[in-house]
C-alpha cells in the first residue's frame, strides 16, 4: 500500500460549554478576533493554524479537543488508518465550501481528524 501524506496538524477543534466565555479567553489567548463568529461555531485564524470552538461538542458529541490532520486524499488516509487498526468514528462528510471531514479512533480511542480541501 503506497502512503499518502499528512500536511500537518493545521486544525484543532474545541468542545466548549459557554461559547461567549470561551470565546472572551481564546481571543485573549490568540491576539486576535475570530474569523467566523455564529452560535454553534467560533474559529480562529493564528499562526498558520485554525483554532474552533464548538458549542455542547456539535453535531459529533466531541468531548474532548480534537486535531485534524491536512490530507490531500481523505478517503485514502482514511482506508490507510482503518487497514492499520483505527476505527472510523464519524465517516467522511462535506461541511461547506469543499471542505470534508472524517474521525476515527485510535487503538486507545484517542479522536483523531482528517480534513481535506477541494
Known amino acids: 500500500m503506497t502512503s499518502s501524506p499528512t500536511q500537518g496538524i493545521k486544525t484543532v ?5 459557554d461559547l461567549t466565555a470561551a ?11 475570530p474569523q467566523a463568529d455564529a452560535a454553534y ?3 480562529y485564524e493564528a499562526a498558520g493554524q ?3 470552538l464548538v ?3 456539535g453535531p459529533q458529541g466531541m468531548t474532548s479537543p480534537v486535531a485534524y490532520w491536512h490530507v490531500p486524499d ?14 472510523v ?13 472524517a474521525t476515527f479512533t485510535d487503538p486507545d480511542g ?4 482528517l480534513l481535506q480541501d477541494r
Not at 484517542?110 to 481528524?113: I, P
Open 23 to 33: 470565546k472572551a479567553v481564546y481571543t485573549a489567548l490568540l491576539g486576535v478576533p
Open 55 to 57: 458549542p455542547g461538542g
Open 74 to 87: 481523505i478517503e485514502a488516509k482514511l482506508a490507510e488508518v482503518t487497514a492499520a487498526g483505527a476505527t
Open 50 to 52: 485554525h483554532i474552533g
Open 110 to 113: 484517542n479522536v483523531l481528524g
Open 13 to 17: 477543534l474545541h468542545p466548549v460549554s
Open 89 to 101: 468514528k464519524e465517516p467522511v462528510r462535506d461541511v461547506g465550501g469543499g471542505r470534508l471531514v
Open 41 to 43: 461555531y467560533v474559529g
